[in-house]
């Protein structure tokens, strides 16, 4: 399948003490983490990152979120692909066993 | 009477606008543990502030927070900075004499988050930890009674200064059981341990023509005893159950934190103080949130210095609470 290329935004909402997150595109090996061009909208009250032009090698693109804190802590990731919102977030709890997961058809 | 009633009454005005992290002193002003702060709630993310109140100590502070790399990445430092202030007398000393000798302690850390913790947040290990490195600086100025030397002399002020350091290193269990250990080391004094009296000096004055005696009554509150300074080597350890961030909860929830501080010293007998603070918390922003803790706390647990007082005697009990600012 050929390659393709989008522009993906993500916004991560936290409730609750969530002491620590993150947030990984394709699969959750280290090196697919987000690590980096995080910033912080204190109007609309989420953080924000934008990948221009971010390579996806099938036709899905998966996203995964973990976070860890307090009990009743959680996150939650509004997935953009090409300026368009998807319909379903990502979404985790500080106490769920594995990552939050969703996958979106390009 | 009076003064305390007016002083509770300003602290609970404040306690109407709390928005906190959680952050427990005991009765004597120390911090239990270095706070994990969670930079959800504030307004630039990368750093934010707490106002401290504690009744225990009459102490008023601030701390402040930044961690510039911590969005994104679920291992990452922070440092903060606080100041805390308090008359070293009290304020009912200051309210009834005018009488003003200031305690500022300075403080600061750097903190670890996620030490022995493995970096990814997922599959969920219920572990969660941080470590900090903590100094502080404490310069106080106290009022003293000597009896046994020249009048003039007995009334007198001294100073205090006191550098202390160590480390913090704190365990989250299945997101609600938190574990503190610190220890270190902390230049200390005995002040608190003497005898609070109070010193009324009276001038009398004859007035001939009028026939009239005027007595002019100054009165100062001092300690007692004698004052010494010592190194000591303290070490603390907290169970602390965490209330829930449940936005569910519309009521208040319950937490508490039981401690044990051991301060082994250059001349005396190591000193444990053991307590619990209980606490209510309530949800605010989405934060479970303490608004008024009650620390009961006994000093000297097992008498070691022979007081052989009961227990109950040593037993002091305190409010003390916290909100945030930015």
Redesign the interface.
Known sequence: MPQKKIDIELRIQ??????????YLEN?N?SS????G???D?VKGY?Y?TLDKYPISDGALDVFL????????KTSCAVFINSKEQTSKVK?N??????GHGAYQL | MKQTFFFLIVFLLFVQDITAQLLLENKTGDVQFVPLISITETQTQKSSGIIKLNTGDQSIGIDYFNAPNAIGSPKYKFWSFGAKAKPTEGYASVLKNGQFSPGITLSGAITQVKLFDREATKPENNFFDWGALYFNYAINKYQLYKSDTLFKNQVYSTNFNGLGLGINYNILLKSSLLISVKFGYARKNNYNDLNGIEVRDTKIYFDTASNTRRDIITTKTAKQGTFKEFDSYPFSLALTKLTSDDPSNKGLSFGYSIYLNVSPTNTDKPNTTTGCILYLAKMKEGISTPTLGLNFQFSDFFDVNGINNGLLKRLSVGLTTNFSIF
Do not use: L, M
Request: proline share 5%.
């Open positions: 936290k409730t609750g003490s969530v002491f620590s997150w993150e947030v959750t280290s983490r987000v690590a980096n995080w910033d912080y204190p953080y990152v973990g976070c860890e804190g307090k009990q009743g802590g985790c500080n106490t769920d066993p594995n990552y």
